[in-house]
């Protein structure tokens, strides 16, 4: 159906490294679904693009909720706004310290530290302090700050992240240097520490709010935009973007908010896996989200996941509301490659949807889980993707046939046996 001749109340749509999958609900109940590739270059657009598929009225579309990869692909390519931080005198390398304990890769004798998205220069210090008891030691000088301002100015900062010491307890400085900024720099978009973290870890506290701040503007930009293609469709409804932690937030502030978006997409599946759990019958439930980049598992004793106050993202410990889940390299475009020993490895590297698996015939030339699918007979290469995709044996064989000595079925075999 392409003609507008039907008219849903509610849409689900979320993106994801490959496709981008949708859902929508008629008043009475009935469920239709959609699929397009995702993409890359500019994500509304696949959005957009499912929906207009579908010939769905958007006209009586009453809530429209979206998961979104779009903050975390801006902090796993550190492809988000110029951000700068300002930070208590004496504390610039906090950020930069981080902790020093590790609780993974120990015997790593070349092991590198994670890194935080904004380089050192790009944090100023100011004169102030207040103390753990949220006493004030030494009041903001506003004109020594707002040099500090400038110098990140001068640099280009789109955003600025405000973390300073001991702010969770008494935020009167902080307030003070917002203001200061939104007064004198109201272009610039702020993410302030008591606000985004208002807990104790000064380190923890400072990089959630600069990830706040660093892909703040890049979510923002992509819900106007998305929000724009959808009035000029005519939809007049409730645009909600899915948190890390199952619920959802009013599109307008999800800029302000863009650190609890980390993992919109994948909390998105586990609500749903839920709703599906208890339509039947179900008291206890394993979940498992299998994309074409990743897959997620949750645990769910009594339909309760749980809720864990932080999220480890690249190596950051970002402190975030989040639904307790794991989290794998494995997915339809992860790469299958012989590691330096000559031992096969799928994964974590992916395709994507551009150039996608082999088979795809795009131009990728790794060979991936969907090409170890199609030659084991899995996929029918006419009827993938509802008949709107052909998928190429050859190119599948020629991608896997180098893995293995004994050809392209027995890689085929290997790289499933790994994934699975």
Same mark, same amino acid.
């Given at each position: 159906?392409?003609?507008?001749?039907?008219?849903?109340?509610? /849409?689900?749509?979320?993106?994801?490294?490959?496709?981008?999958?949708?859902?929508?609900?008629?008043?009475?109940?009935?469920?239709?679904?959609?699929?397009?590739?995702?993409?890359?270059?500019?994500?509304?657009?696949?959005?957009?693009?499912?929906?207009?598929?579908?010939?769905?009225?958007?006209?009586?579309?009453?809530?429209?909720?979206?998961?979104?990869?779009?903050?975390?692909?801006?902090?796993?390519?550190?492809?988000?706004?110029?951000?700068?931080?300002?930070?208590?005198? &004496?504390?610039?390398?906090?950020?930069?310290?981080?902790?020093?304990?590790?609780?993974?890769? +120990?015997?790593?004798?070349?092991?590198?530290?994670?890194?935080?998205?904004?380089?050192?220069?790009?944090?100023?210090?100011?004169?102030?302090?207040?103390?753990?008891?949220?006493?004030?030691?030494?009041?903001?000088?506003?004109?020594?700050?707002?040099?500090?301002?400038?110098?990140?100015?001068?640099? &280009?900062?789109?955003?600025?992240?405000?973390?300073?010491?001991?702010?969770?307890?008494?935020?009167?400085?902080?307030?003070?240097? $917002?203001?200061?900024?939104?007064?004198?720099?109201?272009?610039?978009?702020?993410?302030?520490?008591?606000?985004?973290?208002?807990?104790?870890?000064?380190?923890?506290?400072?990089?959630?709010?600069?990830?706040?701040?660093?892909?703040?503007?890049?979510?923002?930009?992509?819900?106007?935009?998305?929000?724009?293609?959808?009035?000029?469709?005519?939809?007049?409804?409730?645009?909600?973007?899915?948190?890390?932690?199952?619920?959802?937030?009013?599109?307008?502030?999800?800029?302000?908010?863009?650190?609890?978006?980390?993992?919109?997409?994948?909390?998105?599946?586990?609500?749903?896996?839920?709703?599906?759990?208890?339509?039947?019958? /179900?008291?206890?439930?394993?979940?498992?989200?299998?994309?074409?980049?990743?897959?997620?598992?949750?645990?769910?004793?009594?339909?309760?996941?749980?809720?864990?106050?932080?999220?480890? +993202?690249?190596?950051?410990?970002?402190?975030?509301?989040?639904?307790?889940?794991?989290?794998?390299?494995?997915?339809?475009?992860?790469?299958?490659?012989?590691?330096?020993?000559?031992?096969?490895?799928?994964?974590?590297?992916?395709?994507?949807?551009?150039?996608?698996? $082999?088979?795809?015939?795009?131009?990728?030339?790794?060979?991936?889980?969907?090409?170890?699918?199609? /030659?084991? &007979?899995?996929?029918?290469?006419?009827?993938?993707?509802? &008949?709107?995709?052909?998928?190429?044996?050859?190119?599948?064989?020629?991608?896997?046939?180098?893995?293995?000595?004994?050809?392209?079925?027995?890689?085929?075999?290997?790289?499933?046996?790994?994934?699975?």
């Amino acid at each position: 159906m392409k003609d507008g001749s039907f008219y849903p109340d509610r /849409i689900g749509v979320e993106i994801g490294g490959t496709f981008t999958d949708m859902v929508m609900a008629l008043p009475d109940g009935t469920l239709l679904t959609g699929k397009t590739p995702s993409t890359p270059d500019a994500v509304e657009r696949a959005v957009l693009g499912v929906i207009d598929d579908s010939g769905a009225a958007l006209a009586g579309v009453r809530r429209l909720a979206h998961g979104s990869t779009v903050a975390t692909n801006a902090l796993l390519t550190r492809q988000g706004a110029a951000t700068g931080l300002l930070t208590t005198q &004496g504390f610039r390398d906090v950020l930069i310290l981080a902790r020093a304990d590790r609780d993974h890769d +120990i015997f790593n004798m070349r092991y590198r530290h994670p890194q935080p998205p904004i380089r050192r220069r790009m944090i100023a210090e100011v004169s102030e302090r207040i103390d753990a008891r949220g006493e004030v030691i030494t009041r903001l000088d506003k004109e020594a700050a707002w040099s500090a301002v400038q110098m990140l100015l001068d640099q &280009g900062v789109e955003a600025i992240a405000i973390s300073l010491l001991h702010a969770w307890r008494n935020p009167v400085n902080e307030r003070i240097l $917002a203001a200061l900024i939104r007064e004198r720099a109201p272009e610039v978009v702020l993410s302030v520490s008591h606000e985004v973290s208002p807990e104790f870890r000064e380190y923890e506290r400072s990089l959630t709010t600069v990830v706040n701040a660093f892909v703040g503007p890049v979510v923002s930009r992509y819900v106007a935009r998305l929000d724009q293609g959808l009035r000029t469709r005519s939809h007049g409804g409730v645009l909600q973007i899915m948190q890390s932690n199952g619920g959802t937030l009013p599109a307008p502030v999800a800029g302000d908010n863009a650190v609890r978006l980390l993992l919109s997409g994948p909390a998105a599946g586990v609500r749903a896996a839920m709703w599906f759990a208890q339509r039947n019958g /179900i008291s206890d439930a394993i979940t498992l989200d299998m994309g074409g980049t990743s897959t997620d598992v949750a645990i769910a004793p009594g339909l309760t996941v749980p809720i864990v106050p932080q999220l480890m +993202i690249d190596g950051l410990p970002v402190r975030t509301a989040t639904v307790d889940m794991a989290t794998i390299g494995a997915g339809g475009g992860s790469i299958a490659a012989l590691d330096p020993g000559g031992f096969l490895a799928v994964g974590p590297a992916s395709a994507g949807a551009q150039p996608g698996p $082999a088979c795809y015939g795009q131009g990728g030339e790794g060979a991936t889980v969907t090409d170890a699918q199609l /030659i084991a &007979g899995i996929l029918r290469p006419a009827r993938f993707f509802g &008949g709107r995709m052909t998928l190429r044996p050859d190119l599948a064989e020629a991608a896997l046939r180098p893995l293995d000595p004994e050809g392209a079925a027995a890689a085929a075999d290997a790289v499933l046996r790994i994934v699975n």
